[in-house]
Structure formats: C-alpha cells, structure tokens
C-alpha cells in the first residue's frame, strides 16, 4: 500500500485514482499521521458485507428496541385445565 500526503494526492488525483483502481487500496496521510484509505469499489462492497451484524447480534444486543412488556412473577392468571379425551 502506498502513503500519499494529501497534497499529493490532491495534485495527481487521477494517478491517485489510477493506482487504487489497478488493486491496490492508496493510504493517504495528513500532516505525516495516517488519515485515509482508498480502496476499490468491490473491496469496499465486500468489507460493508462483512460489516452487518448476523441475526444472532441483532437478538443478543442489549441496546436494541424491546417493547416486550413482563408482568411481574405471580400476578398472571392461568388457563384453566382442558379435558383429553
């Protein structure tokens, strides 16, 4: 992966591009820290896939909507018992 600072990659953006295109994801940095990656188009569908929470994630989150409402233990009624024939 090649490091562009950002005004280089501002001033040759076509060949910025070019080389991201050809496979190679473009890391561009800022003030010499790491601030960006360019990658291809089908990397980044692939890693926004990867990226959604399975089912299991979805029911075992804590923080999800839940308008499920318990009574408190004791206070339900039963159904009465049916007959079997």
Do not use: N, Y
Not at 1 to 10: E, G, I, N, R, S
Not at 49 to 64: C, I, V
Request: charged letters at 25%; a positive charge; glycine letters at 4%.
């Amino acid at each position: 992966m090649q490091a562009w600072p950002v005004q280089d990659a501002k001033a040759r953006f076509s060949e910025f591009l070019d080389a991201c295109i050809a496979g190679a994801p473009q890391m561009v940095t800022k003030r010499g820290a790491e601030a960006a990656v360019l990658v291809p188009v089908d990397v980044w569908r692939r890693m926004q896939a990867a990226a959604r929470p399975s089912s299991k994630q979805l029911l075992l989150a804590s923080d999800g909507p839940v308008d499920l409402v318990i009574p408190p233990r004791g206070q339900s009624r039963r159904r009465p018992a049916q007959a079997v024939d």
